[in-house]
């Protein structure tokens, strides 16, 4: 089980930190990754970590202004986000990966999802 948490209302420039805990399961078993969503749109990919955390993977449109990360002690997974953008409003999910060797870029690989925490950046 999957459950996101931190999303909220926020100005553009502003920050917000996501939070995904993994019950049910070795956390430390699984790639993890961020992916988000606008209605009527296709799911997009957002992050990938590594079961150590020791790499990531980041979309074009975050890089250098999101950060995922892991804490494995507490089956929890974080999105760092910053210099939010309007573009940025999405619904945002979390997932775990248990077959990638390192971590994927295509929810095709990905078992698990979260049920979405909502982000909305204003101009």
């Known amino acids: 089980h999957l459950e996101e948490s931190g999303g909220g209302l926020v100005q553009a420039g502003g920050s917000l930190r996501l939070s995904c805990v993994v019950s049910?399961?070795?956390?430390?078993?699984?790639?993890m990754g961020w992916f988000r969503q606008v209605p009527g749109k296709e799911r997009e990919f957002v992050a990938t970590?590594?079961?150590?955390?020791?790499?990531?993977n980041y979309a074009d449109s975050v890089k250098g202004r999101f950060t995922i990360s892991r804490d494995n002690a507490k089956n929890t997974l974080y999105l760092q986000m910053n210099t939010l953008k309007p573009e940025d409003t999405s619904v945002y999910y979390c997932?775990?990966?248990?077959?990638?060797?390192?971590?994927?870029?295509?929810?095709?690989?990905?078992?698990?999802w979260g049920q979405g925490t909502q982000v909305t950046v204003s101009s």
């Open positions: 997932a775990a990966d248990s077959r990638s060797t390192l971590y994927s870029r295509d929810e095709r690989w990905y078992d698990d």
């Open positions: 049910g399961g070795t956390f430390s078993r699984f790639a």
């Open positions: 970590i590594t079961r150590t955390g020791t790499f990531t």
